[in-house]
């Protein structure tokens, strides 16, 4: 059984991929990161790893450490079959081996993947050489590059491109955009935090009809650009994540995309009208709205969205009345109700919801009679009850929910009492007991009842 430390109250919360990579800042204070740490190991010219004991390695594997071992000796990878090619570019740079001259070495190569993102250096000289697989092209990254319009232009010819991340690519233009437009084949983009992204840059993405995947998470500039979303029948994914500029104007632009089975929506500037305009998305199986200016009144059309399995509604003060619509979300397995006005007259409406997986009912305003609502979900893994009025005695309510695995009690009621009626929930790995409440005599015997 392990514990968490838990957050302070009001904490800003930042994505872990957002700490460890150049993601969080374009600054030079996170660019020089990306120069100095090795990218997995320091040793281009390791020997080949055998996955197994007694295994003995592929030829295509002793081919490539072969190559590697003499990677100084080559200026020319072109006549050595795709897949021998393509396994030694990974390589290279995985183990952060890769540099403008040997990149020349794969012009020409036909290979299907190139993955650059965060790698240091990348910038519009390395797109002639990507650019150079032609229509072998199918994957391209190059996160966090200095790549400017002149080096996205190079891909305009790679036709059957199907996935392209550009994310925090802080020099591109609109202008740059617009030369993707003629990349049918797209299945997956992803612009995160680019200003090009404005409501002209985002024309770019009209004739692109097989995307199935479209990020465009922090995008500032986005407002009126979702006009161009509307004939993306096959979209699955939409990440709209921060975009603070979307209104609930830009938000009736989505209605006609029926395959939607995610869409991220937190900390837009929309409200309950706004969330209307989701109401024929059947398929709609993962929503976010949390930190969005809604009210429980939006619940009335959620409640119709029957696949949902995932909502989160974290943040978005909302009050008992409404949430009586929540009754009819039976598929629903992740609920997030975290720092809103919710009281124990909510979770009577969630009673009902036994596919239950994990809830979130940080800061909410419920104590020890609401968790009776809660003793039938018998699917529960992960329950977060901190900074709520839950005590000692509510906790009995949950010693049946033989599945969890989870369960956050920071900054509660309970005390050394309290955890004696959860000593019997075998399935518990984490137990978060940060609390003036708890001594060393219950923490004690809840080790006992552990071993």
């Known amino acids: 059984m392990g514990s968490a430390c838990s957050r302070k109250r009001g904490q800003l919360l930042v994505d872990e991929e957002d700490l460890y990579s150049a993601r969080f800042s374009k ?12 990218r997995g190991g320091s040793n281009v010219h390791r020997k080949v790893q055998v996955p197994g004991p007694g295994r003995c390695p592929s030829l295509v594997e002793l081919c490539v450490a072969k190559v590697r071992e003499d990677i100084g000796r080559y200026s020319d990878f072109s006549l050595l079959p795709r897949d021998l090619s393509q396994q030694v570019f990974n390589e290279l740079v995985e183990w952060n081996g890769l540099t403008e001259e040997l990149l020349g070495a794969f012009r020409d190569c036909a290979l299907q993947d190139i993955c650059l993102g965060d790698y240091p250096g990348v910038r519009d000289d390395w797109m002639e050489v990507v650019a150079s697989q032609g ?12 790549v400017t319009d002149s080096g996205l232009n190079q891909l305009k010819d790679c036709i059957n491109l199907q ?6 690519c802080d020099q591109i233009s609109e202008h740059g955009l617009k030369t993707l437009s003629g990349l049918s084949n797209m299945t997956s983009l992803s612009f995160k935090k680019c200003a090009a992204v404005t409501a002209e840059g985002a024309k770019a993405f009209a004739n692109m009809v097989n995307l199935g995947n479209l990020d465009l998470e922090r995008c500032p500039k986005i407002h009126g650009g979702l006009v161009h979303l509307k004939g993306l029948r096959k979209l699955e994914k939409l990440n709209l994540r921060y975009c603070n500029g979307i209104t609930d104007s830009d ?11 995610e869409l991220q929506l937190s900390c837009c500037k929309i409200s309950d009208l706004g969330v209307s305009y989701l109401r024929g998305l059947s398929k709609l199986a993962h929503l976010n709205l949390e930190g969005c200016a809604v009210t429980a009144a939006c619940l009335e059309v959620i409640s119709g969205l029957a696949s949902l399995v995932l909502l989160n509604l974290s943040r978005c ?5 409404g949430c009586e619509h929540l009754e009819g979300l039976g598929k629903l397995k992740v609920l997030n109700l975290g720092f809103n006005y919710i009281t124990d007259a909510c979770l009577v409406h969630l009673k009902e919801l ?5 809830m979130n ?7 020890d009679e609401g968790l009776i609502h809660l003793k039938g979900l018998l ?18 309510h949950l010693s049946g929910l033989r599945n969890l695995q989870s369960i956050n009690l920071s900054f509660t009621l309970v005390t050394d009492i309290g955890l004696k009626k959860i000593s019997g929930l075998n399935s518990l790995r984490s137990l978060n007991l940060d609390n003036r409440q708890i001594t060393d005599n219950g923490l004690a015997a809840l080790i006992l009842a552990f071993v």
């Open 317 to 321: 003060g909302i009050y008992d009345e």
């Open 251 to 261: 938000m009736k632009h989505l209605s006609d995309l029926t395959n939607l089975r």
């Open 135 to 146: 229509q072998s092209l199918l994957s391209v990254d190059i996160s966090c590059s200095d």
């Open 361 to 367: 009912l940080d800061s909410c305003k419920i104590g």
């Open 163 to 168: 996935s392209l991340a550009c994310n925090y």
């Open 379 to 396: 699917q529960l893994r992960s329950l977060e009850l901190s900074d709520t009025e839950v005590g000692s005695n509510g906790l009995r």
């Open 27 to 38: 600054s030079s204070s996170f660019k020089w990161l990306l120069h100095t740490l090795p």
């Open 354 to 358: 036994i596919n239950l997986e994990c």
